[in-house]
């Protein structure tokens, strides 16, 4: 059914959400990271470090489902930190998420003609220059760069048809990867799984520290739940069913992967998954290359998300006055926000230029200002339980403090192993100069629209939202 002129409209089914959700977690980084995963910490620990991660997700994932329900609102984080902890601490929690999401869309834009690459590796011309060892050459980023602007158009024309799209892929990348593992357990063998262990615990670790940037995707649904005709009691169950499905999933490509490939075969290897596809399928390069389908399928189903994710926050941010104006744009007749698309659109584009190692680059980056925000959503889930307990909740969180609690405490303790002398510490320049150049970018707007706008009160923004 469609909204009033200047709101959204209500098209996205239970289905779609779903699709929207799961296929923003599992996305491609499987595909390229997970070879590296199993080499860091073993079989077994890479496997660890994903549940681990995955305990803290669930949990966030509980506070998000309470208050998406509660609060069935554009802007997910925005409306509930704004609500619980007021307009700053909002506009902190809301630009770390953007952060996360815009780095999950730049990373596609980079992982996009990697895969490429791994088909046709001839089509490497015209080298540029040199980023991190890696070079970079002109038919690498062209590719990135018109992928991204296609994706951008396919946005801008609004959400169903983007959700036909994302059903359809995530279904064919389901069935791969199922097939997959079922191929590994049949003809893997037991002792590639040695050694399940690498590095202990400082191993584990840094396998857990990615965690966040490849779970981050569940909380879409908030960013679009004024897109979706869907009880409002629903989406919490829903968005809680797609975390358990993508731990599963992860869980299930690292014992894919450490059954079908040996330590050296995983060493050697630049895509460990799709080369493990192949050899659990008797070394058929068919096998390979339809897992380099599905690769292509976990792009589009993780781009389309988190441009959705990435332009909605923006948008609400801007709705309550903390971003520029022409940011809160809606197309007229296609309900999307255009000009948040757009600028999504162009940091996607520019992605590219920085080639191969900013895959890990904004992994880890955009990972620490997730769990950020996880964080403040969990204070602000606490908050709200205190300071209104009568508050309507569809889908009420049994033994809802202590929940709230543990996601704090959870979120607190994996941010402390992105900072300095930890385990799993960022690196410098790259990954603190992402985090560093996004916060001084946050500081500008943020002047900039407290000098534009004046002092905004958190009623008269409650009273924007209501007429959204």
């Not at 009568?390 to 033994?399: E, G, I, L, T």
């Not at 543990?406 to 303790?413: H, N, V, W």
């Given at each position: ?11 996205l089914?239970?289905?779609?959400a779903l ?24 079989a ?17 994932g ?17 409306v ?12 902190v ?9 815009v ?10 003609p ?8 001839n ?33 801008h ?14 279904i ?14 049949t ?28 779970f981050?995707g ?94 909605r926050a ?6 309550s ?7 809160a ?113 946050g ?22 939202i209501e007429?959204?």
């Amino acid at each position: 059914m469609s909204s009033r002129e200047g709101s959204f409209d209500r098209v996205l089914s239970k289905k779609d959400a779903l699709a929207l959700s799961f296929g923003a977690m599992i996305g491609w980084g499987w595909i390229v990271l997970s070879g590296g995963w199993v080499q860091s910490a073993g079989a077994l620990g890479a496997s660890v470090a994903f549940l681990l991660g995955g305990i803290l997700v669930v949990f966030v994932g509980l506070t998000y489902s309470e208050l998406t329900s509660a609060m069935p609102e554009c802007g997910g984080e925005h409306v509930f930190s704004k609500r619980a902890l007021g307009s700053d601490a909002s506009f902190v929690c809301t630009w770390s998420i953007i952060l996360g999401y815009v780095s999950v869309v730049a990373f596609q834009a980079v992982a996009f003609p990697t895969v490429i690459e791994y088909l046709f590796p001839n089509y490497l011309q015209f080298k540029m220059y040199t980023v991190g060892n890696y070079d970079i050459y002109l038919t690498w980023v062209l590719v990135g760069i018109v992928s991204s602007i296609i994706v951008t158009t396919i946005n801008h024309y609004g959400i169903k048809p983007l959700s036909v799209i994302q059903g359809a892929a995530t279904i064919m990348i389901g069935l791969i990867g199922l097939s997959f593992f079922g191929g590994a357990v049949t003809t893997g063998s037991i002792q590639n799984l040695q050694p399940l262990f690498v590095d202990g615990m400082q191993g584990i670790l840094a396998v857990v520290i990615m965690t966040p940037f490849m779970f981050v995707g569940f909380d879409v649904i908030p960013q679009a739940a004024e897109e979706m005709d869907i009880p409002f009691d629903q989406l919490g169950k829903i968005l809680m069913l797609s975390v358990v499905m993508a731990i599963g999933w992860y869980v299930m490509i690292i014992l894919g992967v450490s059954l079908s490939l040996s330590s050296s075969g995983i060493e050697s290897s630049s895509l460990a998954a799709a080369d493990g596809m192949q050899a659990a399928f008797f070394n058929s390069p068919l096998a390979s290359k339809i897992m380099i389908i599905a690769g292509v399928g976990g792009i589009i189903t993780s781009w389309n998300s988190f441009f959705v994710g990435g332009s909605r926050a923006i948008y609400a941010l801007a709705k309550s006055k903390q971003l520029p104006s022409f940011l809160a744009k809606l197309h007229p007749k296609y309900k999307t926000p255009t000009s948040a698309i757009l600028l999504t659109g162009v940091i996607s584009s520019l992605a590219p230029l920085l080639g191969r190692p900013m895959l890990v680059w904004l992994v880890n980056a955009g990972g620490l200002t997730i769990v950020l925000a996880y964080f403040m959503v969990a204070v602000s889930f606490i908050v709200l339980r205190y300071k209104e307990p009568d508050m309507p909740r569809p889908y009420k969180v049994k033994k809802g403090k202590l929940v709230g609690f543990i996601a704090a405490i959870l979120s607190l303790g994996m941010m402390l192993l992105y900072l300095p002398g930890a385990p799993a510490a960022l690196l410098w320049p790259y990954e603190w100069m992402i985090i560093l150049g996004w916060a001084i970018l946050g500081i500008i707007f943020y002047i900039w629209t407290k000098l534009s706008y004046g002092e905004v009160t958190t009623e008269q923004v409650g009273v924007e939202i209501e007429n959204i």
